[in-house]
């Protein structure tokens, strides 16, 4: 799968992202104590994915508030129906996805926005837990890497938990963290067949033990056998 043809982010997105980015941070700074750490990890400038772990639907617009450069975002498509949420997610332009199903149209833009050098955010698990124990990967992750060949930054998030805004609410500011991981390049798939699923599987469940190795045990989930702490 290949297209040659360059994104360019439509200008209103830019121009809704130059002002939605300081009133999220402005919102996040007010509610909770915000910690970000890894950003020298970044590769400016160049493509890269974000593997972040998804607990709740603060996940997202934390990452895109905090995140120095600016990110394409992959979303479930039923958020967007939801009040609130679905219009925050049109306004900034995420991208919705259906989970579990198969859209080679969707999947040729995710590649050719990367191959345009614009970096991506993606929850590997396919939605949210909403539980701070991580699921196992979906191998989608592991599809988009070896279309593309970019790195990966596994950030792990802290504190994001469903009951942050009432916590918020009473006064508590709920602590916030962001930890951004090095970059980790997976693996090359040169298997067919069966086992080219299961190596894209292999890689997505890879990127996942560098988040569990950036996260507190509870947060681990499925993963807790296997971290990958960092070097």
Sequence with gaps: MSDTKVYRVPLHYRIIR????????????ILGNVKVIGKEHIPYGKP??????????????FVAAFWPEQLEIIGAADVFDKPGQGV??????????HRGDYDRALLTKIIRII???????????????HVPAMRRAMPGVGYIIEQTGVPVLPTALVGTTEDFWQRARRGERPHLEMRIGKQ????????????????????????????????????????????????
Aim: charged share 20%; glycine share 8%; hydrophobic share 45%.
């Design 18 to 29: 130059f002002f939605m980015k300081p009133i999220f941070r402005g919102i996040f700074h």
């Design 48 to 61: 890269y994915v974000v593997a972040m772990n998804h607990v709740s639907i603060f996940d997202p617009p």
């Design 88 to 97: 925050v997610l049109k306004a900034y332009g995420v991208i919705p996805v």
């Design 115 to 129: 191959k345009s050098g614009l970096p991506l955010l993606i929850a590997p698990e396919g939605g949210r837990s």
């Design 184 to 231: 980790i390049h997976l693996p090359e798939i040169t298997v067919r067949g069966t086992e080219r699923h299961a190596a894209r599987q292999h890689n997505a469940d890879l990127v996942m033990r560098h988040l569990a190795g950036l996260l507190p045990e509870e947060y681990r989930g499925i993963y807790a056998d296997s971290p990958i702490f960092p070097a």
